[in-house]
């Protein structure tokens, strides 16, 4: 009896603590139910933030990946399908993305529709990246809610096992986990045996050679836990062989083709567990990783086994999804080496998604699309999304354009069924979007140039429309008119077609327009050739009659220019290191009567006239000795800024590249306090050349070390600017010239005196006290009969045909009257026609 008494006292004793536990969980229910109804209302305003936030910004992945999350929370299946499906068609979704859709989609809908859209959705996700685990899911998802697989039909066996050898086919050469996919499979075939134990004998045999057979196949490929496969498979083997004989002196080993394919795959196994571990590492950088990566890539493709170098592809993309190169570089792959259409395809349509914003993954898109004898409405539809994208550009927009035109052009030439049949207007509409929405950007460019001569060529070609090809032509003559080769190109054209008087009214129209470098004597030139080649003797007399005062006019200009930069590098006044200070005019102080000229000292002994004004001379030299000490405080203070200055001089840049660009492509160099992109003074233009200042040399040196890098496609050439070294380069080669070099100023011919403007020249001479002029008439007594040079253009005057300073001629009132007048350009062109 003492025993049940005791059971009760028990039993009491809990009934009392699960009261007592009742009314804790009552009072934190009510407790929790506050605390969820707030939490239920923040969920509530930060989903309508969300949608705000996505009706703005449609493109922010962020944004949609949180908004999934939080409707998730109110379990409403509609908007949670709506909102994935608005996602997927901006970015593709990740494994774990496509598997959480399902497992919703599989538990908060039922019936035979459920299993049909679960079955999509696991269909899109393995096709969107290579997954383990998500193959996994799926497999087991087949297996428990398909009907048929249920039954064991033949049917539903035959569904699941073809399933199973897509899953081995995606991912059962996986070094680390393909052996998942594996062990489910074998798992499948061993429930069949269990199930079909009491059957016939034959179909016992036939699924001990399916399980055998997947058995071998895995132990042929490489994969981590292959010892233990090993292991599973000779206890298989030894428990088949025990329930057929009772004598265990009688089993068999393991075959000796299986021995040695195992022995090959761990050869090739171990072959790859550096690499292996190298990309498994957590510890290190993206970039490190995708580095490692690569490195993984080179070296599967020099053993040359083409599926395991697409499955290690696979990874790398699954793991860097956003990288280009990664997506460029496995395309390649697949187009050079694999070669299968469908493969090929997939892989550039999933690229473009990853990585829309590279136009040469659109570009080869395209390609492979014409390749594979797609459909006139694939490759619009593909040609489409591509323009929508925002390329880095507008090159890339020209190459997307450049590539559908030449397909249609191709599609246009061999059409033959009238499904592919195609009028030229729809090259031409092509053409047309291409020019409205590339002329404002590519003006002036080869590139531009080019789309338009090719567009003018199929007009005449294609369409036998030569005043739409003309009419081509003027359209870009309107765009890039200051481009000789557009004019040239509109010539080239009109000789091709035999209208030889259409391309010498071209002639007529540009001879005299002003064109880049040599581009204006060019265009003459070539009237010359033209009308030697194809006018008559009228015609090529009327040519040189138009071209040959173009050209001298041009020759004056440009000696003209060739002067005034020689005038521009002489240095003048206290800028010429090479004058002593005794030879330099000091304004603001008057020479006096009897102040000898300094740069007479010879001529001096031979005047009468004795030097006085002491003080003034004093004064003089004073500021001589100033002024020189000055310079060489400039020179040296010039040397220092020059010695501590850090900059770099950028060659070979994209005609594109701006600030912005220079700034992110030294983004890893740091220091950046200055950008300077070198433009065309008369276009406006970038000439490709820019200087960066860095804050101190360390930064410059970095920068340096970034030479022959890639910047929008161009290798870009850096090197330290160094300006003192050209200066002083250039100060040697003055000095190292003949003394009667008239281009230039040496200390041989400084005896001469110094070039000025004659109008200058000659009102000082007028301020001149009488000693001077005598001085200067001496000086030219023995300078003897020179040409005397009229007229205000004396600036390129020859340094030995220069009077002293302080010279002048006297002039009579006759001379003064008959003093030539400079003529203008266009007297003097027609004084040349005159002759």
């Known amino acids: 009896m003492a025993e049940p008494a005791k059971d009760f006292e028990t039993l009491d004793v809990n009934m009392d603590y699960e009261e007592e536990e009742a009314k804790q969980d009552i009072q934190s229910s009510s407790s929790s139910d506050s605390d969820s109804d707030e939490d239920a209302a923040a969920d509530e305003q930060q989903l309508q933030t969300l949608e705000k936030e996505l009706a703005e910004n449609p493109s922010n992945y962020d944004a949609h990946a949180q908004y999934i ?11 949670m399908r709506k909102a994935r499906e608005d996602m997927n068609a901006l970015f593709p979704l990740t494994p774990s993305m496509w598997s959480e859709w399902a497992k919703d989609e599989a538990s908060l809908t039922t019936g035979s529709e459920a299993y049909d859209a679960t079955v999509k959705l696991y269909e899109r996700g393995v096709n969107e990246y290579l997954s383990v685990s998500l193959w996994c899911d799926y497999l087991k998802y087949v297996e428990e809610h398909d009907p048929a697989v249920q039954d064991f039909s033949p049917e539903g066996l035959s569904k699941m096992r073809n399933l199973y050898e897509r899953a081995l086919t995606a991912a059962g050469l996986h070094v680390t986990e393909g052996k998942k996919i594996w062990e489910a499979y074998k798992e499948l075939e061993n429930n069949l045996i269990s199930t079909h134990h009491e059957e016939n004998a034959e179909r016992q045999e036939e699924q001990e050679r399916r399980i055998r057979s997947l058995y071998q196949r895995q132990l042929s490929i490489p994969h981590a836990d292959s010892e233990s496969t090993l292991v599973a498979y ?15 002196a009688e089993l068999e080993a393991i075959p000796s083709v299986v021995a040695s394919a195992y022995k090959k795959a761990m050869e090739i196994y171990k072959a790859r567990v550096y690499h292996e571990e190298q990309i498994s590492k957590q510890d290190m950088s993206e970039t490190e990783r995708l580095k490692n990566y690569m490195t993984y890539l ?4 020099s053993s040359g086994d083409p ?4 499955i290690l592809y696979e990874r790398a993309v699954t793991d860097f999804p956003l990288s280009n190169d990664l ?7 697949l187009e050079q080496t694999l070669k299968v259409p469908k493969i090929v395809i997939g892989a550039y349509s999933r690229a473009t998604r990853n990585c829309p914003w590279i136009g040469k993954l659109w570009v080869q898109y395209l390609l492979s699309l014409e390749r594979s004898h797609a459909l006139e409405l694939e490759l619009a539809t593909v040609y489409e999304q591509s323009l929508l994208c925002s390329f880095s550009s507008f090159e890339e927009y020209l190459e997307l354009f450049l590539t559908r035109i030449d397909g249609l052009r191709r599609r246009f030439s061999l059409s033959g ?24 950007n590519l003006k002036n460019t080869n590139g531009l140039l080019h789309m338009y001569a090719y567009w003018a060529r199929l007009e005449w070609e294609l369409g036998k429309d030569l005043v739409a090809a003309r009419g081509v032509w003027e359209s870009l003559l309107k765009i890039s008119g200051s481009m000789l080769e557009s004019w040239e190109g509109y010539v080239k054209m009109e000789i091709e077609t035999g209208h030889i008087d259409a391309a010498r009214s071209i002639y007529k129209r540009c001879y005299s327009k002003r064109f880049m470098g040599t581009g204006s004597e060019d ?11 194809f006018g008559t003797l009228d015609d090529y007399d009327h040519a040189v009659k138009k071209v040959t005062p173009r050209l001298e006019e041009l020759q004056l200009y440009k000696q003209q220019q060739e002067a005034r930069l020689v005038a521009e590098s002489v240095p003048r006044g206290d800028d010429n290191p090479a004058k002593k200070p005794s030879q330099k005019r000091k304004t603001g102080i008057r020479q006096t009567d009897g102040q000898p000229t300094p740069k007479r000292q010879k001529g001096a002994a031979e005047n009468p006239v004795q030097a006085t004004g002491t003080e003034t001379e004093k004064a003089v030299v004073s500021t001589d000795s100033q002024n020189t000490l000055d310079q060489q405080t400039k020179s040296s203070s010039n040397k220092e800024l020059y010695k501590d200055q850090c900059t770099a001089f950028l060659s070979n840049l994209h005609l594109q590249v701006k600030d912005e660009h220079l700034h992110s492509f030294f ?10 992109v070198l433009k065309d003074k008369y276009t406006g233009k970038s000439r490709g050349l820019a200087y960066v200042d860095f804050t101190n040399a360390e930064y410059l040196s970095k920068a340096v070390a970034k030479n022959k890098k890639l910047l929008l496609g161009k290798k870009v050439s850096i090197v330290r600017s160094n300006p003192q070294r050209n200066k002083n380069k250039e100060s040697s080669e003055k000095n190292t010239r003949e003394p009667g070099d008239n281009k230039t100023r040496t200390a041989a011919t400084e005896s001469t005196g110094t070039l000025e403007d004659p109008k200058i020249s000659t009102e000082h001479s007028k301020e001149s006290d009488a000693p001077l002029a005598a001085s200067a008439a001496a000086v030219d007594s023995k300078q003897g009969d020179r040409r005397e040079l009229k007229g205000k253009n004396t600036f390129a005057v020859p340094r030995n045909l220069a009077r002293p300073l302080g010279w002048t001629k006297p002039v009579t009132k006759k001379e003064e009257e008959n003093d030539e007048v400079p003529k203008s350009n266009d007297e003097f062109r027609k004084m040349l026609l005159k002759k």
């Open 234 to 248: 000779t206890n298989w083997e030894s428990l088949q062989q025990q329930q057929k004989t009772s004598n265990s």
């Open 69 to 79: 999350k939080s409707l998730r929370k109110f379990g409403d299946i509609e908007k």
């Open 298 to 301: 080179k070296f599967e493709q």
């Open 417 to 440: 069924s009238a499904e592919d049949s195609l009028g030229f207007s729809v090259i031409r509409d092509t053409f047309q979007r291409a020019a409205d929405y590339l002329s404002p």
């Open 327 to 333: 997506w460029l570089d496995y395309t390649c792959y």
């Open 523 to 533: 265009i003459c030139h070539s009237w010359l050739r033209f009308e030697r080649e």
């Open 667 to 676: 983004d890893d160099v740091g220091g950046v306090s200055a950008i300077r």
């Open 307 to 310: 599926s395991r170098v697409q």
